[in-house]
């Protein structure tokens, strides 16, 4: 059974950092892709970043795209968001992503496996 596990959320005000994790467990995407989306309440999932495996090559969401950082280990079966100059309008459930294959789509039905989530909440 695949299952992806997030870690790292909280409260952080704003301007501050954060560092999210996922580690997967039950098979490797050493040649897929891992990444995040988020879900505000509201309003529907969004693409945040996500990396293929394999490469480490990324692609992000121009919202973030120069704060948040993507990394990946192989070897843990693990994937990283790193949250800089983080802003209220980043307050959302982060949800960790993967995928066989290495195109990084921006669709979350594009992704198969999806972890439960980690709260991050931004405050004034």
């Known amino acids: 059974q695949v299952q992806l596990v997030e870690s790292g959320g909280g409260l952080v005000q704003a301007g501050g950092s954060l560092r999210l994790s996922c580690a997967a467990s039950?098979?490797?995407?050493?040649?897929?892709?891992m990444g995040w989306f988020r879900q505000s309440p509201g309003k529907e999932r969004e693409f945040v970043a996500a990396a293929r495996m394999s490469s480490g090559s990324a692609h992000y969401a121009d919202s973030v795209k120069s704060r948040f950082t993507i990394s990946r280990d192989n070897a843990k079966n693990k994937v990283y968001l790193q949250m800089n100059s983080l802003k209220p309008e980043d307050t959302a459930v982060y949800y960790c992503i993967a995928r066989d294959g290495i195109i990084l789509y921006v669709t979350p039905t594009e992704y198969d496996y999806w972890g439960q989530g980690t709260q991050v909440t931004v405050s004034t």
């Open positions: 039950g098979r490797t995407f050493s040649s897929g892709a």
